[in-house]
Structures are given as structure tokens and as C-alpha cells.
């Protein structure tokens, strides 16, 4: 199948949205530069409000930039309507018409662009077959499971034969498991179509598993953008240290491991416990997840939360424990503006 | 709870359906002091009636050119009033206005501007229609149905345009989006979109408008009287069992049994709109 053949960039140079006027204005995307390569699949993350949504939005065409270019291509794209960009969206909700069966969603683009009926058919069943969806063609999407559905969604973005694939969290619908198998299903999608995907997610799982390179965004400004590892293993700034990685980041009290204008950060699997440790803290909690426990400590100068291996001798609540940091893994932020420094 | 349902349903409704029934089985002499029970003949015999039939009519065409109008034109001012604009809600009060005026201030307003005499519509259109204002529409036979029509549309604009706009209210802005991406414009959106989900509001208002159609009296009774004579015109099925010339306002057995009919032929119109919009009506998303 020879979908995705048509492959493009999509840059953006500056991009600025902001909503209402005087007082009242919001600025929901604060001078974003971005590429996104070829074949890339691309993840913007970032908590709710950092306006990582109205950023693909923007690039859809369902919101016009404040200030700023977007190019699909060589295109400057910012005052063209989305049918011609040549992308496909596929929305958190699906957006699927409830009246319309499953052929009937996954037509309907072609139908209008004025594509003829029969080749409307094959093309749908194509886009269906893809997806595993030839079964339940007559069905209207009342009568689908949720994996279905988003199934159906993808189908219709995939039979408008795109250049770039939009995506707006469209696994946060989902429960755990399915989730977890979609995520899998959709990274092969990416390889099979080898088009670009733009991929919208608060969730840092699903960035670091699907993701090619993330972008990270907090308060609408761009973070940081890089592979899944480079992210974890070099954050850009406090705020992408502790957003990425499950526990987060110990973030210590300014002037503790350093100078004043400056905070550690150590990751805790990055935290040894060893008798004649840097850093103390008491027991409060022992989350044991069987192949790892953590440790959850307190000290008058904050807590930190260390990952160790399960064996026989662990502290308990209300031990003392000394820890150390493993050579090469102390992260630090400048204490203002959590910006990294050397 | 469902008791007290049941025994309001049973008093307010049920009962005075299973009186009427009965009473319809009677033939009263013309003051109405004597009264027979002639069984199911009475139906047959009301129905069959030049009459009802005649009034049938008149209310079958009152319903045909009430209810479309009214679906279109509320539909079109609440898809149109479904805008984020500044100043909107002035345009949106201003529609569903009319909900709050009665069948009787409704009337007297058309009445008054339908006058040849005096009425501003009379006096603004009497160049393209003539009839405006020799003899004037209520009063010539041809143009009266339509001008109660006319009153009976603007009277329950109102309600379409509530009920319509709520039900956009319901219409997920993604699918108009999801739409808008793959390259659907305005009509396609309106046809593709608005429209199914609309389906069970623009069902709903279908039944209640043709129900509403059928019963009219007040806009005859303050407009027309049931005239213009001698051709009846507008005389619908409520009016000639309780117009002021009713030629059955003494015969309660009479009058029981067109009320039954009525109600009858307003089930059949209902279902058949159920049964024939079934597979066009979405529900949920």
C-alpha cells in the first residue's frame, strides 16, 4: 500500500497564540520554534494548559497563529484552509459521525473531494483492511468498543492519504490495557506508513515509548526537544526533570551539593545507599513494586526518594539512611530559572 | 412516587379520555336535554360528515403549511443566532420571544396588521398583493387559511427556535471540526452534522407543531370566526366542535365524538412521523 508516499516538514518559526484582549489575554503558545523531520513521529508533552493542543490546532488550521509562521513543506500554511495543508487529524474523542456507519466515516473525506463511488469503497476497505476493520463496515459507531472506534478515526485519517498525521491524545479514552496495546499498534502504523506524525500526550509513557523525539512544553513555552533518552538522561531545565521520569527527579534545596544559586537534581536510581553518604534522610515509606522498592525519606531539608534493588537488607520505617550519588548523575538548575547549567 | 403519578395520569387524563369515549356513543336531541346511546355508529357517522371532512381538510392544510415553515424558519434562525458574536443574545431573545406571547395576543397582533384598513403589512405589500387590501386576507376565502397560518407560524417561533438551539447546544464542536479538516463547507457541515444530530429535536417539534396545528382554535376564533362565509374557510375540527356557530354546540354526543376523532387522527399523524423518521433520527453520540 502505497500510503504515506508523499512525506513533509512541518516547521514552526515563532508561534504565538494568545486569547482575549487587555487584561483578559491569555497567551497559550509564547513564541514556539519547531521542526519536525520527515518520517518523524513527533510528541508534544506537557501538563494540561501548556498549550500543546493549540499548537497542533494551529498547525491543522483550526486555529489561526497571533504571531509566527507555520510551514507544511516549503508552504507557508498560516493562511491556508486545512483541507489544503494535506494533513488528516485524528481528535481525543474520535470525532466520529454517529450516524454514519463505520464505511461511511472512513469514506466520507473522499466523498468530499468529489471521489467516485466505487473508488470511494475500495479506498475505505483498503484503509480498513490496515486497520483490521473489514468485519464491521455496516456498524455505526454506537455499536464499537473504544479501540474500535479510535480504529475507525485512524482509517479515516489514513485514507485521506496525508503528508502529516495530526493526533490529539487520542489513546486518553481508553482504559490501561488497551492503551498499552494501542501504543504498540500505532508506533507500527508509523513504520508501515513511514509518514510524519505530530502526536499530542500529557502522558510521559506513552512519549517515551512511541516517540521518535519529544518536545516538551510548560506554560507555552518549548521546554526542551529531544529523543525520549536525551530528555531523561540531559533534562533542559528543572521543569522537564521533573515532568519526565516516574518517580520524578529529587529536586534539592538550593545551596545543598553546591552553591546557593544553584539546586541539585538526582534521579533515584541514581541515589546509593551507603554508610558514609553525602545526603540523610529518614524512612517514612517502602513502596515495594517487586522488581524495585522504593524508598521514601524525610529530612529537615526535604525528601528524596531513592529506587533500590529488593533484597534482604533493607531499611525500615523510621531508619536512617545515608545516601550517595552514582558518579556522573548530579543534575544541576540554576535556582531562578530552572534552566540547566554545566 | 409512581402512585401519585398514576392517580394524577388516571384523573387529568385518562378518565376524561374514557368519558369522552363514552359519550361520544350518545345522539342528543337539539337542546341537548335527551340523549340516546347510539353505540360506534356515532363515529362512523361524525367522520363521515361533510362537515368534519371539510374541517379535516382545512386542518390537514393548516398542518402542511404550519409545519414545515415553522421547522425551516426556527431551524435557520437558531443555526443562525449559533454564533459566538458580540451582540447575539439580543438576536436570540428577540427570536424565542414569542414563546411568551399567547394564542390570543399573537392573534390580535396579526389581526390588527392584516387589517385592510389600518394594518401596517395591508398598507406596505397591497401593490404585490392585492388581496391585502380588497377585501383583505382574513376575509377573502383563497388567502384566509394562509393568514392564520401565518399567525399561527410567528406565534410558535418561539418554541422551535428554544427547543433547536438547545439541541445544538448538544452537537460535539469536534465533529464540525473533524468535518471542517476534511474539507466539508458550510452547507456540507449543515447537511452532514448539524442536521442528524438535530434529528430527534427536529422530530420532537414536527409532532408537537402538527399536534399544535390540529388544535387550533384560538387563531381561527379571534381571526376568521371559522369564516370567511359561506365557504368556511378556516373552520378547523376544534373550531366546529366549539366555535361559536358550531352547528353541533348542543349536541354533547356530537361534540364528544369529533373530540375523539381528532384526538385519534393526531395519534395516527404522530406515528406516522415516528415511524416514517425512524431511520433518519439519531439519538446520543
Known sequence: MAYGAAVAQVRLEQVTKTFGEGADEVTAVDHVSLDVRDHEFMILLGPSGCGKSTLLRMVAGLEDPTGGDVFIGDRRVNDVEPKLRDIAMVFQSYALYPHKTVAANIEFPLKVRGVDKAERAAQALKAADVLGLTDYMKRKPGQLSGGQRQRVALARAIVRDPAVFLMDEPLSNLDAKLRGDTRAELVELHRRLDSTFIYVTHDQVEAMTMGSRVAILNGGRLEQVGTPQDVYDHPASAFVAQFIGTPPMNLLQPGQMGSSDVQVGIRPEHLLIAADGALEGTVRQIEHLGHEVLLLTESPTGRLTARVAPHADLPVVGDTVRFDVADGHLHRFDAVTGVRVP | ?285
Not at chain 2, 415553522?70 to 458574536?85: P, Q
Open chain 2, 1 to 285: 412516587m409512581l402512585g401519585t403519578s398514576l392517580v394524577l395520569l388516571g384523573v387529568w387524563t385518562i378518565y376524561p379520555l374514557v368519558r369522552a369515549i363514552q359519550t361520544g356513543h350518545l345522539s342528543c336531541n337539539q337542546t341537548g336535554t335527551r340523549c340516546i346511546d347510539t353505540g360506534w355508529s356515532t363515529y362512523f357517522d361524525v367522520f363521515m360528515s361533510q362537515q368534519f371532512q371539510d374541517a379535516l381538510k382545512v386542518s390537514f392544510w393548516l398542518a402542511v403549511m404550519t409545519v414545515p415553515a415553522g421547522l425551516i424558519l426556527g431551524v435557520g434562525l437558531a443555526v443562525l443566532a449559533d454564533k459566538h458574536l458580540r451582540g447575539i443574545g439580543f438576536f436570540r431573545t428577540v427570536f424565542s420571544s414569542t414563546v411568551a406571547t399567547s394564542v390570543a395576543v399573537a392573534s390580535l397582533v396579526w389581526f390588527v396588521l392584516l387589517q385592510p384598513e389600518i394594518g401596517v403589512l395591508s398598507d406596505l405589500f397591497s401593490n404585490w398583493v392585492p388581496a391585502l387590501k380588497n377585501p383583505g386576507l382574513l376575509r377573502d376565502p383563497g388567502t384566509a387559511l394562509p393568514a392564520v397560518a401565518l399567525s399561527s407560524i410567528w406565534a410558535s417561533l418561539g418554541f422551535t427556535f428554544i427547543v433547536i438551539t438547545a439541541g445544538l447546544q448538544s452537537v460535539p464542536k469536534e465533529l464540525y471540526e473533524s468535518a471542517y479538516v476534511d474539507g466539508a463547507g458550510s452547507f456540507r457541515r449543515f447537511t452532514n452534522v448539524t442536521l442528524p444530530m438535530l434529528s430527534p429535536s427536529i422530530l420532537f417539534i414536527s409532532v408537537v407543531l402538527t399536534t399544535r396545528a390540529l388544535q387550533t382554535y384560538g387563531e381561527v376564533a379571534l381571526l376568521t370566526g371559522g369564516g370567511p362565509e359561506p365557504e368556511k374557510s378556516t373552520t378547523t375540527i376544534p373550531y366546529l366542535i366549539y366555535g361559536r356557530n358550531s352547528i353541533i354546540s348542543q349536541d354533547i354526543g356530537l361534540k364528544s365524538a369529533a373530540a375523539v376523532l381528532l384526538f385519534l387522527i393526531s395519534l395516527v399523524f404522530a406515528l406516522v412521523q415516528f415511524r416514517g423518521f425512524e431511520k433518519r433520527v439519531h439519538y446520543g453520540n
